[in-house]
């Protein structure tokens, strides 16, 4: 006899043989329907079927949404054409900026120094870094105007109103603009050498004319031979610096040591005023030993009160006022009364350039 149970499974057996399940499978999966539910017969065979249902209809869902978002745009395209409610077109290229345009300049949107061709952005122009050669002959993509290119890309030049860092001194000026400065040249200060002689005299110099010739003499020393005209600061009861170098009335160029050393900008009648000692010979050497100079002169370029009888004298019987060239205040050429026996340098002044 068979017992309930066997009734219940030889069915399913049979099932199972006819989709080639197994019969231990069968038996343990079969043996608790309860425990998992792909033993319930009636949805196993439905369950493959189910999943690959399931899979179809999710990627059905996202087709249909990516359809139901095209429709959405084609709808929103159909209002914006619809001159009944928004007049015309607006597009890159109408001369007007709209939209996401950054500019619009119409018919010139991609020509130089005109918005891009598709209004995202500024076209070709100065300060993009790229040099369009047929307007600029340098972008460096800065606005710095003392380096190498400068507004509208422009190379540097002297002349262009920019004080080119390291390579000019003076410029024209921000005010007016059109003009030099007086004094600067060719974007360089005009200069003028000044040192203090290596050797020493006697307050008997031969008179300015004499001193004149010691110190052109000492200037055939310098290196490079500055040429020009060699002048002793030095005054006599009629004659002194400020009343008869003409060649430096008004002067705004720069004093300057031989080697260039900055001693004074300019001289207008009236106190010469140094930013440094003139403290260096023709051979470029500073001043050592004796450091007093013959001068009689005051800092205004005019006479002092005492001058070896006009620089004729070497005796202890007349003084002369003397600098000192240690000094750049007012001692520089002003600063006590010596004996004319003893002697002292020359400050020498190149008062005409070749
Ligand atoms: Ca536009
Ligand atoms: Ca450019
Ligand atoms: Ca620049
Ligand atoms: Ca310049």
């Known amino acids: 006899m068979h017992s309930p149970r066997t009734h219940l499974l030889l069915p399913l057996v049979i099932l199972a043989a006819c989709i080639g399940i197994p019969d231990g499978q069968l038996t343990d999966s079969a043996t608790d329907p309860t425990t998992d539910p792909t033993t319930d017969p009636t949805t196993d065979p439905t369950t493959t079927s189910t999943s690959g249902s399931t899979t179809s209809t999710t990627s059905g869902t996202v087709t249909s949404t990516t359809n139901t978002a095209s429709a959405s745009s084609t709808t929103s395209d159909t209002t914006t054409a619809d001159p009944s409610t928004t007049g015309p077109v607006a597009y890159c290229g ?3 900026k709209n939209g996401d345009e950054t500019c619009d300049d119409g018919d010139m949107n991609g020509e130089y120094d005109h918005c891009n061709a598709d209004c995202s952005g500024p076209g070709p122009h100065c300060g993009d870094q790229v040099i369009q050669l047929a307007h600029e002959a340098c972008d460096d993509g800065n606005t710095d105007n003392t380096d190498d290119c400068v507004d509208g890309c422009n190379p540097a030049s002297c002349g262009d109103g920019f004080l080119h860092n390291g390579k000019e001194e003076c410029e024209k000026t921000e005010n007016d603009g059109a003009d030099f400065p007086a004094g600067c040249i060719d974007c360089k200060w005009d200069r003028r050498i000044v ?8 307050g008997g ?11 052109a003499t000492a200037a055939l020393s310098l290196r490079p031979s500055p040429g020009g005209t060699f002048r002793a600061w030095l005054s006599t009861a009629t004659n002194s610096p400020a009343k008869d170098w003409s060649s430096l009335k008004d002067f705004q160029g720069r004093f300057v040591l031989p080697d260039d050393t900055l001693v ?3 001289w207008n009648a009236g106190t010469l005023e140094l930013v440094h000692e003139i403290n260096q010979d023709e051979f470029k ?17 005019y006479a002092a009160t005492s001058n070896c009888k006009d620089w004729t004298d070497s005796t202890k019987s007349s003084e002369g006022i003397t600098g000192n060239s240690s000094s750049f205040d007012s001692k520089w050429t002003s600063t ?8 002292n340098r020359l400050y020498c002044f190149q008062t005409a350039l070749p």
């Open 285 to 301: 050497q500073s001043a050592e030993g004796t450091l007093l100079v013959w001068t009689g002169t005051n800092t205004n370029g």
């Open 264 to 266: 004074a900008q300019g």
């Open 195 to 202: 040192f203090v002689t290596r050797k020493t005299y006697a």
């Open 336 to 343: 006590t009364s010596l004996q004319c026996i003893g002697t």
């Open 205 to 215: 110099l031969g008179g300015i004319d004499g001193a004149d010739t010691l110190c």
């Open 94 to 96: 109408d001369g007007e």
